[in-house]
């Protein structure tokens, strides 16, 4: 069928009539049960009313209309499910409020003539039926719109359960269930909630939760009475914390042991990265979980985090625990060369550092028996299967720290709703960079999702090699220095042309060049040779001198001291379909900044620092070079803009207190375990 036609008004008729004819069938073959005895009695007297439904149940809402001496109006939301739905409950000849409440999103979804449909309504006699959560906010949270009706309406809010023992319950952010027929059926209606007209924010705060409290208690109370399992139909996100995780399916099944039958090649991976100077042949033990490092005995709290950048990021944390709980080891773990070579520069007195091994389950199983941590907090998103479920089997609370899921991560997961929620309904509590981060985990199926900001806000830049910082800096002179760091696959022609547009009207100009991959090296010298600009290499040992006009830094973990040389800055795979690179430690450096419009893995970070005026977007050659040269010609300019980019990541810092406020938290709920605190491990 054509997109055209399915949207035609003869298609959503049909569709219309099916749904309401199957919703006929599921109450005319269903047993039903009632609670209390005079909720009809009760229904009816306080008429009229606005009656508040969870959205995973409202595909049964004709069944909340008990009685046929009152008129129900239903409000539902302007999109495609809406006009089906719209459709259905015109066949039950309940009269529509098209519109609902915008959530969390931007974009009004009619909500104002929602609001005016339902007031008006309410005057003329009927009740007005609504969802008390909104798309995509958190589900099974009530927003402020229904208390506000409330409020503006002078009328109740009665809270209404549905609940089935026999349904199919959909991987939708709501939990919409789909009710069967030849079942038992349960309608239960909650206390009624009054809203004072003179309601300020608190109180219409302490009656939202009300609501909210009210509405989770009676559909509890309406899957027992149906006989239905509540955990099937409960949306992962309104799951408590700590109840038990989802289930091991085919999918995590199918990957344990596929990677358990690969550990024996493991060695042969190891030799051709150890070959490509990706791995430190003395450490190759630790990456088969067969450590000669002693545990000490007491409470031991693990740290993972994959490279550099994030083991940058939890060091502050690392460090704050270490002072707070000085009986406490901290373990460190980590998956790169230069994240080791940190660790052992910057890691507290007495914690330890390990390589993470493979993700094979007797890899992890082995790491878990041996270190028998208390606590793991695991760094931004490096989340592997085995290395969770081998945690979470041990009872391990995981704290996924930083936490943050591109857009295009987030849409693989979403394509395999089953192997998200199984893997994330492991993680005790996700520490989410932004608002758009942690909408994107509730909805894969984590349960306690906090948005705290980004560590690397508060975490200290990258230590500098000062005789390497005096070598650069004798070598560069006083020469204008544009720098373009971690770039990707594409942006490089970009710089280059953005430089040679540039030089002429900055004289003696430098520029940079920084792969994000420093083994693309060879590929950006051809692309800079091609161009016929005279070049040096740093991987070479190479120094920049007077007739060169490129740079390239093609080395890994230097990026801070190009930061502390660079005068302007181009933040790379923001031209390319990336999401962008992190702006921070140029902004900490000094260093003024501008992405491409692509910044979608640092999107909060960026609105705060563009918004004040802190960095600038540029599109191509020409866009770039207009903005360096007005950075690298005007000390003014650039003074300006750096103030701006250092008030904006002031208002956004405060993650490291938070962070070790619930890491702490969590330790001080865990019972000492005699096997972890007094045992000393072999």
Known sequence: MSPKLAKSDAVRGLYGRAIARYIKLVRGTSRLTVEPDDAVERYVAATPQIIAMWHGQFMMIPAINPSDEVTTAAMVARHGDGDLLSQALARFDMPLIRGAGAGERKKDRGGRAALVGALRALEQGDNVAMTADVPPSSPRTAGLGIVALAKHSGRPI???????????????????????????????????????????????????????????RITTRAYELAGGDLIKATPAAAMAPDAPPLGIGLRLKLYRALTALASPAVPLLLNRRERKGKEDPKRRPERLAQTTHHRPSGPLVWFHAASIGEANAIMPVIHEIARARPDHTMLLTTGTRTSAQLASDRLPVGAIHQVIPFDTPAAMRRFLAHWQPSLAVLTESDLWPNLLVETSARSVPIVLANARISLRSFQRWRKVPGLAGQL???????????????????????????????????????????????????????????????????EEEIVIAAHKSLRDRVGDLITIIVPRHPERG?????????????????????????????????TIGELALFFDCADAAFIGGSLVPHGGQNPIEAVRAGCPVMTGPRVSNFAEVYHHLLTAGGAATVTDATTMAATAERWLTSAEARAETQAAATHALETLSGALAKTCNVILELLATREPDDATSLKRAS
Do not use: C
């Open 158 to 216: 009665l809270p209404v359960a549905v609940a089935s023992r026999r349904f199919i319950a959909f991987n939708t952010w709501s939990r919409m269930t789909l009710n069967l027929p030849f079942s038992r059926l349960a309608l239960v209606t909650g206390d009624p909630i009054n809203v004072p007209r003179t309601a300020d924010e608190a109180a219409l705060e302490t009656a939202r939760a009300a609501v909210e409290a009210e509405l989770n």
């Open 424 to 490: 994330f309904s492991r993680i005790r509590v996700v520490l989410a960079q932004d608002k758009s981060i942690a909408r994107r985990f509730r909805s894969l199926g984590a349960r306690d999702v906090r948005q705290f900001g980004n560590l690397k806000i508060d975490a200290p830049g990258q230590a500098i090699d000062a005789t390497a910082r005096a070598r650069v800096g004798m070598a560069l002179g006083n020469r204008p220095v544009f720098l373009a760091a971690s770039t990707h696959d594409g």
């Open 522 to 554: 060879d590929a950006v010298a051809d692309a800079i040779r091609a161009s016929d600009l005279s070049f040096s290499r740093r991987s070479r040992g190479e120094m920049p001198s007077a007739a060169h006009e490129i740079y390239l830094a093609d």
